[in-house]
């Protein structure tokens, strides 16, 4: 079955021992979401070039693209590609944006999308520096899909001036043909270009993952955190340090659910490192697909400075945690409370934005 935009298939799981894992639950709310905008149709991310102070991109998931700018939505939208989108709002759709470092100079942005296919599309654009324009698409990744869940979805450029782009393991329940642990397939992976050099290819830098809906990168430490939503029974988040990130790195997905063996009888590759998640959550209390957020490095909300930001999308919980080193330093459950978070995004303050498929973005105060 699904929810939302986070996929919990029926699979069969054999649970081992896990780690406890301990929550602090906040005495006090530390934080408050204040509404930027609302009357956005199934908004799915937000984002921003890091040299456009004030501006907040939001990807619908029909296909447009609008624009925030100084907290007011503008009515024309930036991009509108519906024509080349399947969307069901449900996991297809427009998906996520990513703005190249050079944006201010060269105009070029990216986009993640279902084709009309129902595959994945990474596609180049052009803008003019006010509106994106639709004949410049050129397309840099296209992967067959062949079941319609578990497509991943995120761009993000990383501190090495590479796209990342996050690819499902495929869909159904289980990932029945082991396509997460096959690295002959993208299903299942992080990759990674370089779309400064002419001819480059992509990269696998990581695999194992089941649903990547969601990952970013610590803009100070330049850590890598990857929501990676669960099956049945578990959610994770898997954090990499710079150095954890020069070697090939597998999740585990689908030997692995959480830290719980999910196929007993099947070993997972031994290519790379084998990856422990840094957080799991069980499947209770109305939890049902985690969505992966940013470490907080704005200005407007001191306290929240250097901690990690993550949420349940059925359940609307909302935690907050801080690392050192790649190791768990403490894990929050915060005061904050929002449904269907499909996304969190960051302008180029840094400051933190949370994205409701209810068509609203709220940003984080003090």
Same mark, same amino acid.
């Given at each position: 079955? &699904?929810?939302?935009?986070?996929?919990?298939?029926?699979?069969?799981?054999?649970?081992?021992?896990?780690?406890?894992?301990? *929550?602090?639950?906040?005495?006090?709310?530390?934080?408050?979401?204040?509404?930027?905008?609302?009357?956005?149709?199934?908004?799915?991310?937000?984002?921003?070039?890091? %040299?456009?102070?004030?501006?907040?991109?939001?990807?619908?998931?029909?296909?447009? #693209?609008?624009? #925030?700018?100084?907290?007011?939505? /503008?009515?024309?939208?930036?991009?509108?590609?519906?024509?080349? *989108? @399947?969307? !069901?709002?449900?996991? =297809?759709?427009?998906?996520?944006?990513?703005?190249?470092?050079?944006?201010?100079?060269?105009?070029?942005?990216? *986009?993640? +999308? &279902? !084709?009309?296919?129902? !595959?994945?599309?990474?596609?180049?654009?052009?803008?003019?520096?006010?509106?994106?324009?639709?004949?410049?698409?050129?397309?840099?990744?296209?992967?067959?899909?062949?079941?319609? $869940?578990? +497509?991943?979805?995120?761009?993000?450029?990383?501190? !090495?001036?590479?796209?990342?782009?996050?690819?499902?393991?495929?869909?159904?329940?289980? %990932?029945? %043909? $082991?396509?997460?642990?096959?690295?002959?397939?993208?299903?299942?992976?992080?990759?990674?270009? $370089?779309?400064? @050099?002419?001819?480059?290819?992509?990269?696998?830098?990581?695999?194992?993952? /089941? $649903?990547?809906?969601?990952?970013?990168?610590?803009?100070? &430490?330049?850590?890598? +955190?990857?929501?990676?939503?669960?099956?049945?029974?578990?959610?994770?988040?898997?954090?990499?340090?710079?150095?954890?990130?020069?070697?090939?790195?597998?999740?585990?997905?689908?030997?692995?659910?959480?830290?719980?063996?999910? =196929?007993?009888?099947?070993?997972?590759?031994?290519?790379?490192?084998?990856?422990?998640?840094?957080?799991?959550? =069980?499947?209770?209390?109305?939890?049902?697909?985690?969505?992966?957020?940013?470490?907080?490095?704005?200005?407007? *909300?001191?306290?929240?400075?250097?901690?990690?930001?993550?949420?349940?999308?059925?359940?609307?919980?909302?935690?907050?945690?801080? &690392?050192?080193?790649?190791?768990?330093?403490?894990?929050?459950?915060?005061?904050?409370?929002?449904?269907?978070?499909?996304?969190?995004?960051? %302008?180029?303050?840094?400051?933190?934005?949370?994205?409701?498929?209810?068509?609203?973005?709220?940003?984080?105060?003090?």
């Amino acid at each position: 079955m &699904t929810c939302g935009l986070g996929v919990v298939a029926f699979g069969v799981a054999t649970s081992l021992p896990v780690a406890a894992l301990s *929550v602090t639950h906040a005495s006090a709310p530390r934080f408050r979401l204040s509404l930027v905008a609302s009357g956005l149709t199934y908004p799915t991310f937000a984002g921003a070039p890091k %040299d456009q102070p004030g501006y907040l991109y939001v990807t619908e998931q029909p296909g447009v #693209i609008r624009v #925030i700018v100084n907290g007011k939505l /503008r009515a024309r939208p930036f991009l509108d590609i519906r024509s080349r *989108v @399947k969307s !069901d709002h449900d996991v =297809k759709g427009l998906l996520s944006m990513a703005f190249h470092p050079d944006y201010v100079h060269n105009h070029l942005f990216y *986009v993640d +999308y &279902t !084709d009309r296919n129902g !595959d994945t599309a990474v596609v180049r654009y052009r803008s003019n520096g006010s509106s994106g324009l639709p004949g410049t698409a050129t397309k840099l990744l296209s992967v067959h899909e062949p079941y319609a $869940n578990h +497509y991943g979805g995120q761009l993000e450029f990383g501190p !090495d001036g590479r796209l990342y782009v996050s690819v499902g393991d495929g869909g159904s329940g289980g %990932d029945p %043909d $082991n396509r997460a642990q096959d690295l002959s397939q993208r299903l299942g992976k992080l990759l990674r270009l $370089n779309v400064n @050099k002419a001819g480059a290819k992509w990269q696998v830098v990581g695999y194992g993952l /089941r $649903n990547p809906w969601r990952f970013s990168w610590d803009r100070v &430490t330049h850590d890598l +955190y990857i929501a990676d939503v669960g099956q049945e029974n578990w959610e994770e988040v898997d954090v990499r340090t710079p150095v954890q990130q020069k070697t090939l790195n597998n999740y585990g997905w689908s030997v692995w659910e959480g830290r719980s063996r999910y =196929k007993p009888n099947v070993s997972a590759n031994t290519t790379g490192a084998l990856v422990s998640p840094l957080v799991v959550y =069980k499947h209770e209390q109305g939890r049902c697909a985690v969505t992966g957020g940013y470490v907080y490095r704005g200005k407007a *909300v001191p306290a929240a400075r250097g901690r990690y930001f993550y949420s349940d999308f059925c359940s609307g919980d909302i935690w907050s945690l801080r &690392t050192s080193k790649g190791k768990l330093v403490d894990n929050r459950h915060e005061k904050l409370h929002k449904v269907l978070l499909s996304s969190f995004g960051e %302008d180029s303050a840094g400051e933190l934005y949370l994205v409701s498929l209810q068509g609203r973005i709220f940003r984080l105060e003090r």
